[in-house]
């Protein structure tokens, strides 16, 4: 089984920055590298995609609404995965989750191909 938990989410003004961490566990997890993706949910919209990430960090793919805005990262070693937030916006706000996909690697930015999700970190930008 696998357990992901989302942390660093918090109360921000506009224009700032937050970080946020995937800690993955499980023996599933420290025996296979998945790849990674961070997900959003406003309230009344449905989940959207932010980011993905390859299993070797190398190749990323991004919302265009986040795009040079917000950057993904993972550490292998330590089984986390990071989403840098900066010049944050109110339309920003939401509930941030962050899933892996045991599939073959391809990086998607639909929710239906990720296997395994956290319970999510609620982000909240002021104007």
């Known amino acids: 089984q696998v357990q992901l938990v989302e942390s660093g989410g918090r109360l921000v003004q506009a224009g700032g920055s937050l970080r946020l961490s995937c800690a993955g566990s499980?023996?599933?997890?420290?025996?296979?590298?998945?790849?990674m993706g961070w997900f959003r949910q406003a309230p009344g919209k449905e989940r959207e995609f932010v980011a993905t990430?390859?299993?070797?960090?190398?190749?990323?793919v991004y919302a265009d609404s986040v795009k040079g805005r917000f950057t993904i990262s993972r550490d292998n070693a330590h089984n986390t995965a990071y989403l840098q937030m900066n010049s944050l916006k109110p339309e920003d706000t939401a509930v941030y989750y962050c899933?892996?996909?045991?599939?073959?690697?391809?990086?998607?930015?639909?929710?239906?191909?990720?296997?395994?999700w956290g319970q999510g970190t609620q982000v909240t930008v002021s104007s």
């Open positions: 899933a892996a996909d045991q599939g073959i690697g391809v990086l998607s930015a639909s929710s239906r191909d990720y296997d395994y």
């Open positions: 990430i390859s299993r070797s960090g190398g190749n990323t």
């Open positions: 499980g023996r599933t997890f420290s025996n296979y590298v998945y790849v």
